[in-house]
């Protein structure tokens, strides 16, 4: 059985990893985000590698990840005032544009569509590993398709082993949730999947088109948000601040192995997954949060809801997506 190399961030970790995407291997990486599993963009072969490795479906198009902004030109055909200015707010950072594609970029890299989704993270070993690649690296969540993110090295292992040339592993993730996609082609941010930079972020350099929601189902909307991200083991419940314990507390009288995930402690008899402060909190351990129910075993997690504004938007995007599977 071959066992997947894990490696620290050092100059001899750096290196490996940079040659070997240069080569057409797959290393994944952390990001401020979440671990992503990336391969050289323009090598067609490395990129099906990495639809394999997750069995991610071949119309789900990758995030192209760039060590800078000065790299834009690489990939996108065309960069709008609109991009310009939300790339020289937010980057390096959690937002990925969606742009003009330039025709060098292997289809399968971007599903087929005649678009990009681009962006520069902000961690200090991605940006590390994208230096020494000196490519562009495709790059999806580390996960399995149907997985909860990865925000951990040992959860890429878990889920993709051996599939992966190398880990580097960068510790946990500092925020947990996936990047923000927005489509920046024409003069207004149409956001096609929330995550980490927030409406809010971005109505302070142009006002966000609020007529296209994340979960549109029209031509624009992001095809990830399609499927159903994650197909927890246990059932998930939201329930309303201030009622999670409570109705935790049911459920276990019903006989049920119950998790709680909340801002209070766990009752009698129900497992305590997690407890958060706020949503910024939540959307940090969110996704090690779920893998930790499926490990403890319960039959249903009950998740206490966060206040849809900020981050908290994406958060109770992907709990409502675990909860129902829409
Ligand atoms: O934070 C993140 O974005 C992480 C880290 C690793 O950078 N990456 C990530 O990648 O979440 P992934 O593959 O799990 O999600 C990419 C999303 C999918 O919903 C995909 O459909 C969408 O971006 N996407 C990619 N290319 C697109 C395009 N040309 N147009 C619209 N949406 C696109
Ligand atoms: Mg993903």
């Known amino acids: 059985m071959s066992v997947v190399r894990v490696v620290d961030p050092d100059v001899d970790g750096l290196r490996t990893a940079?040659?070997?995407?240069?080569?057409?291997?797959?290393?994944?990486?952390?990001?401020?985000?979440?671990?992503?599993?990336?391969?050289?963009?323009?090598?067609?072969?490395?990129v099906a590698r990495v639809f394999?490795?997750?069995?991610?479906?071949?119309?789900?198009?990758?995030?192209?990840?760039?060590?800078?902004?000065a790299e834009l030109p690489q990939v996108a055909a065309e960069v709008t005032p609109?991009?310009?200015?939300?790339?020289?707010?937010?980057?390096?950072?959690?937002?990925?544009?969606?742009?003009?594609?330039?025709?060098?970029?292997p289809s399968?890299?971007?599903?087929?569509?005649?678009?990009v989704a681009v962006r520069v993270p902000d961690h200090p070993v991605a940006t590390a590993v994208l230096a020494e690649a000196g490519v562009p690296v495709a790059a999806p969540s580390a996960n399995r398709s149907g997985r909860p993110s990865p925000t951990s090295a040992a959860h890429v292992v878990a889920?993709?082993?051996?599939?992966?040339?190398?880990?580097?592993?960068?510790?946990?993730?500092?925020?947990?949730?996936?990047?923000?996609?927005?489509?920046?082609?024409?003069?207004?941010?149409?956001?096609l999947r929330e995550g980490s930079v927030t409406r809010e972020d971005l109505g302070m350099v142009a006002?966000?088109?609020?007529?296209?929601?994340?979960?549109?189902?029209?031509?624009?909307?992001?095809?990830?948000?399609?499927?159903?991200?994650?197909?927890?083991?246990?059932?998930?419940?939201?329930?309303?601040?201030?009622?999670?314990?409570a109705h935790a507390a049911r459920l276990h009288e019903d006989g049920m192995r119950v998790g709680?995930?909340?801002?209070?402690?766990?009752?009698?008899?129900?497992?305590?997954?997690?407890?958060?402060?706020?949503?910024?909190d939540l959307a940090r351990r969110l996704y090690a949060t779920l893998r930790d129910a499926e490990d403890a075993g319960v039959a249903v997690l009950v998740v206490e809801a966060v206040p849809e504004q900020g981050v908290g938007r994406a958060v109770m995007d992907r709990l409502r997506r675990a909860a129902d599977g829409a």
């Open 82 to 105: 609109l991009a310009r200015a939300l790339a020289a707010t937010f980057w390096p950072g959690p937002l990925t544009l969606v742009l003009p594609a330039v025709p060098e970029l």
């Open 108 to 115: 399968v890299t971007t599903g087929g569509l005649s678009t």
């Open 159 to 191: 889920d993709l082993g051996a599939a992966v040339d190398l880990v580097v592993d960068g510790g946990d993730t500092p925020l947990g949730i996936e990047s923000t996609v927005v489509d920046a082609r024409g003069s207004r941010p149409v956001v």
């Open 207 to 245: 006002e966000v088109d609020a007529h296209v929601a994340a979960h549109g189902a029209g031509p624009t909307a992001s095809p990830g948000t399609r499927y159903r991200h994650y197909a927890p083991t246990c059932t998930v419940v939201l329930a309303a601040p201030g009622t999670a314990g």
């Open 18 to 46: 940079g040659a070997l995407l240069r080569a057409g291997g797959l290393v994944a990486f952390p990001t401020e985000t979440v671990y992503g599993l990336g391969a050289h963009a323009l090598d067609p072969v490395a």
């Open 52 to 69: 394999a490795a997750k069995g991610r479906p071949a119309d789900n198009p990758l995030i192209v990840h760039l060590a800078t902004a």
């Open 260 to 280: 709680l995930v909340a801002t209070e402690v766990a009752p009698d008899g129900v497992v305590g997954i997690a407890r958060f402060h706020d949503a910024v």
